[in-house]
C-alpha cells in the first residue's frame, strides 16, 4: 500500500458506456496526476493538478475528463472511448508540483481499462 | 526537451547473478534522475533518485546508480539478483531547472530471473 489507492482495480467497457476512475490519497500531498500506461510505450502524462486546479491538459482527447473535487481525490471520467484507450491508467501524487522534480511520484497500483 | 533511453528492452538474468539495467539521457544540464520498479499488477515504486553530489546513489532492495556525467548515463545494478525482482523497471528524468512536463520516462526494460 503506497497511501495512493486506486479503485477499480480492472474495468470492461463498452465504447457507449460512461465510466469514471477514482484515486484517493491520504499522504496530504497538494498535486495529483493521471498517467496511461500503454505497452512497448512510455508513460503518458495526461492531467496534472494542484491544489485542485488543473495545471496542464497533454493534448487529451475530450472522451478523458478529470476532476479534482478536493486535494484527496482525483477523478476521470470516460466516455465514448475507443479500443486504442485500453492501457493501465495510473494516478500518482506528490508534495507539489517542484516537489516531483525532486522526489518524483507516489504511485497507486493502476485500473487495468479494456475497451470492447 | 529531456529524453531517457533504455536500450534493453528484455534482460534475462539467473538468480544470484550480478545486474545492470542501462539508461541514458538527454538533457542540456545535469538532470534529476530517477528510477522506479513496477511489480506485475503494481503501480510504479521509487527504487532511488540522484540530485547532485555523490555519484553513486543507494537505493532501496539492495539496489544502486551511478551517474556517469561523461556518458550521459545513469544505470541501474544490482550485486545479486532474487527471483522477487522480476519486474518492469523504468528510468526517469526531470530537469534541474524545473519543467511543466515533470519527469520524462523512459519505455522501461523486463527483468527476467531465471531459477
Known amino acids: 500500500e503506497t497511501g495512493v489507492t486506486q479503485t477499480p482495480r480492472h474495468l470492461v467497457m463498452g465504447m457507449t458506456n460512461k465510466k469514471s476512475l477514482k484515486c484517493e490519497q491520504h499522504?496530504?500531498?497538494?498535486?495529483m496526476y493521471w498517467y496511461k500506461q500503454s505497452a512497448k510505450k512510455p508513460l503518458e502524462l495526461m492531467f496534472v493538478?494542484?491544489?485542485?486546479?488543473?495545471?496542464e491538459n497533454n493534448s487529451v482527447p475530450s472522451r478523458f475528463s478529470p476532476e479534482c473535487p478536493n486535494s484527496s481525490h482525483l477523478f476521470l471520467h470516460l466516455h465514448t472511448l475507443q479500443p486504442e484507450d485500453s492501457a493501465l491508467y495510473l494516478c500518482?501524487?506528490?508534495?507539489?508540483?517542484?516537489?516531483?522534480?525532486?522526489?518524483?511520484?507516489?504511485f497507486g497500483s493502476g485500473t487495468r481499462l479494456t475497451v470492447v | 526537451a529531456q529524453s531517457v533511453t533504455q536500450p534493453d528492452i528484455h534482460i534475462t538474468v539467473s538468480e544470484g547473478a550480478s545486474l545492470e539495467l542501462r539508461c541514458n539521457y538527454s538533457?542540456?544540464?545535469?538532470?534529476?534522475l530517477f528510477w522506479y520498479v513496477q511489480s506485475p499488477g503494481q503501480g510504479l515504486q521509487l527504487l532511488l533518485k540522484?540530485?547532485?553530489?555523490?555519484?553513486l546513489v543507494q537505493g532501496i532492495k539492495g539496489f544502486e546508480a551511478e551517474f556517469k556525467r561523461s556518458q550521459s548515463s545513469f544505470n541501474l545494478r544490482k550485486p545479486s539478483v532474487h527471483w522477487s525482482d522480476a519486474a518492469e523497471y523504468f528510468c526517469?528524468?526531470?530537469?534541474?531547472?524545473?519543467?511543466?512536463?515533470?519527469?520524462?520516462f523512459g519505455k522501461g526494460t523486463h527483468l527476467i530471473i531465471q531459477p
Open positions: 500518482a501524487s506528490s508534495q507539489d508540483l517542484t516537489a516531483r522534480l525532486h522526489y518524483g511520484y507516489t
Open positions: 499522504l496530504g500531498h497538494n498535486a
Open positions: 493538478y494542484s491544489l485542485e486546479e488543473r495545471v
Open positions: 538533457y542540456g544540464a545535469t538532470p534529476y
Open positions: 540522484y540530485f547532485s553530489g555523490d555519484t
Open positions: 526517469a528524468v526531470a530537469p534541474s531547472g524545473g519543467g511543466a512536463d515533470g519527469l520524462t
